[in-house]
């Protein structure tokens, strides 16, 4: 059950990683195109189209590109070691959980470094905003989340649990 466990951290790990790295790529122009919330995005990254139903200017526009352009240039790239390396800790004849542990904890800082990057970012990018524009982003959030909570009650409790029942009972 341990092995399995820390097999689904490790690629939630990536996975989320991956997918935060495809987010930020997305741009502003596609943040801000008619329609609102693309269909179960906010299940992914609820942050991801946090400006979308928000009408901006073209300076407002131009400085949220600057921004999410300069955080691009800052932000290190994933590194493929890292992946490589769990991968072969996970696959290895014996399971060495102190590895693993070392492994997963510098993955777990990394994405930790860049959801602060991210929110930074986002700050500046909320600060470019008018009241009026704010308080539109702050009903926009206020809906988005009674969505997440309506569609985390049509959820199972935890489908880790699920799994690691069935493993246990072979």
């Known amino acids: 059950m341990r092995h399995l466990t820390v097999v689904v ?12 790295e495809g987010a930020d790529t997305t741009t502003m122009g596609e943040m801000h195109q008619a329609g609102g919330l693309t269909t179960g995005s906010m299940t992914h990254n609820p942050q991801s189209n946090m400006f979308d139903g928000i009408e901006l200017t073209e300076q407002q526009r131009q400085q949220m590109r600057d921004l999410m352009q300069q955080a691009r240039h800052e932000r290190p790239a994933l590194s493929v070691q890292d992946v490589e390396t769990m991968h072969d800790l996970v696959t290895a004849d014996k399971f ?15 994405q930790v470094e860049l959801q602060v990057e991210m929110a930074r970012v986002r700050n500046q990018m909320y600060h470019l905003l008018t009241p009026a524009q704010q308080a539109t982003l702050q009903k ?23 799994v690691s029942s069935t493993s246990s009972n072979q």
């Open 9 to 20: 951290i490790a690629s939630v790990m990536v996975l989320s990683h991956t997918s935060a």
């Open 140 to 162: 926009n959030y206020e809906r988005r989340l009674l969505e997440m909570r309506r569609l985390s009650k049509l959820q199972p409790s935890s489908s880790l649990h699920a």
């Open 96 to 110: 060495n959980e102190s590895a693993i542990r070392q492994q997963a904890e510098k993955q777990v800082r990394a």
